[in-house]
């Protein structure tokens, strides 16, 4: 069973910074990619950033030049440095990881973290 905890929601000013982490634990062959969702009311779940474990990276338009995704593959650990929020930034959001599971043949699970709340506010 793998399981995704993350931390580092919260308030924060317009113009401020927030730093998400998320880790896996369980037992897996391997995660790619790993990476960050989020959903404001209202709103479907877009894709904000996610990383490969050879490097790649994708950003939505909108956070390019403001967030950061970064990986520790020895850690399981993905985190994403989120600078300059406004408050259109506000939402939950959900780590994600595709892993390779050890069944035989092995088997791939997107894997969900519960959510945290990022709050852009005054």
């Known amino acids: 069973q793998v399981q995704l905890v993350e931390s580092g929601g919260g308030l924060v000013q317009p113009g401020g910074s927030l730093r998400l982490s998320c880790a896996a634990s369980g037992t897996f062959f391997s995660i790619n990619p790993m990476g960050w969702y989020r959903q404001a009311p209202g709103k479907q779940r877009e894709l904000v950033a996610d990383i490969r474990s050879g490097g790649t990276i994708n950003y939505l338009d909108s956070v390019k030049g403001r967030f950061t995704i970064s990986r520790d593959n020895a850690k399981n650990t993905v985190y994403l440095q989120m600078n300059s929020l406004n408050p259109e930034d506000t939402a939950v959001y959900y780590c994600?990881?595709?892993?390779?599971?050890?069944?035989?043949?092995?088997?791939?699970?997107?894997?969900w973290g519960q959510g945290t709340l990022v709050t852009v506010s005054s």
């Open positions: 994600y990881a595709r892993i390779l599971q050890t069944t035989f043949p092995p088997k791939p699970l997107d894997a």
